[in-house]
C-alpha cells in the first residue's frame, strides 16, 4: 500500500440524490485544487462511449438500481488513473457517488493503494428526504434534466439509497472516517461547513 504522508488525500463526498453534493463538487474542485470524478458521470460517459460494460448494466441504470460493484469499480480506477497522470498538482481527490455500498467501501484500499492515493473519509451531507424530492421535481422540469429525474425513479433511487447506502454511514462511522454536515443553506453556506473539515482532515496547508 502506498505510504500515507506521501499520497495524495482522498475524499469521497456522500449523500442522496438531490442533497447539492454536485455543486460542492464543484467547489472543492475550483477552491480546494482538488481533482473531482464522479461514477454516475463515468458511467453516463461509458454508456455514450457505447462500452460493452456499461450497456449491460444500463437497464439497471434506468430503472434507478446500482450497477454491480466489479463493474463501477474498474471504471473509477481506470478514470483515476486516466485523471491523475493527467494532472500533476492535483491537492487531493474528490470520489462522487462511490463508494455507493459497504461491498465498494471493502474495495477501497485496494483501488487506492497503487494509485497513490490514501483515504480520509466520507463526506456525508445531511438533508432532509422531503427537500430532496422537491429539488429533483424541479430538476426534471429545468435544462439539466436527466433520463432519471422522474417522479417514480427518484423514488425508486431514494429506495435504493436508505437500503444499499445508508448501511456505509454505520460502516465509516465506525472506522471513524464520517464527517457529517449540514447539507441545508446556500451552496457557499454548505461549502462554509465543508472547507474546514476537508483542510484539517486532508492535512492540507
Ligand atoms: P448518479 O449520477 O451518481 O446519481 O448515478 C447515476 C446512476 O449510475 C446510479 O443510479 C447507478 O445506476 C449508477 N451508479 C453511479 N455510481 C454508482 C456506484 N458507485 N455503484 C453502483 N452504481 C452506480
New binding site residues.
Given amino acids: 500500500m502506498a505510504n500515507a504522508s506521501h499520497s495524495i488525500p482522498t475524499f469521497s463526498i456522500l449523500g442522496p440524490?438531490g442533497c447539492g453534493k454536485?455543486t460542492q463538487a464543484e467547489f472543492i474542485k475550483s477552491q480546494l485544487g482538488f481533482l473531482h470524478v464522479?461514477?454516475?458521470?463515468?458511467?453516463?460517459g461509458a454508456l455514450a462511449r457505447g462500452d460493452e460494460n456499461a450497456l449491460a448494466?444500463q437497464d439497471?441504470?434506468?430503472?434507478?438500481?446500482?450497477?454491480?460493484?466489479e463493474?463501477?469499480k474498474k471504471m473509477?480506477h481506470d478514470e483515476l488513473q486516466r485523471i491523475l497522470k493527467a494532472s500533476e498538482n492535483a491537492k487531493g481527490v474528490l470520489l462522487?457517488?462511490?463508494?455507493?455500498?459497504v461491498g465498494?467501501a471493502e474495495m477501497m484500499d485496494d483501488l487506492l493503494s497503487d494509485l497513490g492515493l490514501h483515504f480520509v473519509g466520507m463526506l456525508n451531507l445531511q438533508v432532509p428526504e422531503a427537500l430532496l424530492i422537491e429539488r429533483l421535481l424541479k430538476r426534471g422540469q429545468g435544462a439539466e434534466k436527466?433520463p432519471?429525474d422522474n417522479e417514480d425513479v427518484i423514488r425508486e433511487?431514494m429506495r435504493?439509497w436508505k437500503e444499499k447506502t445508508y448501511p456505509l454511514e454505520e460502516y465509516y462511522e465506525a472506522h471513524k472516517q464520517l464527517f457529517s454536515l449540514d447539507g441545508v443553506g446556500s451552496p457557499d453556506e454548505v461549502f462554509g461547513r465543508l472547507k474546514p473539515v476537508i483542510v484539517e482532515q486532508g492535512q492540507l496547508a
Fill in positions: 440524490p454536485g464522479s461514477s454516475g458521470d463515468i458511467f453516463r448494466a439497471l441504470m434506468q430503472r434507478g438500481e446500482l450497477v454491480p460493484d463493474v463501477i473509477v462522487d457517488g462511490f463508494p455507493r455500498t465498494q436527466r432519471d433511487r435504493v
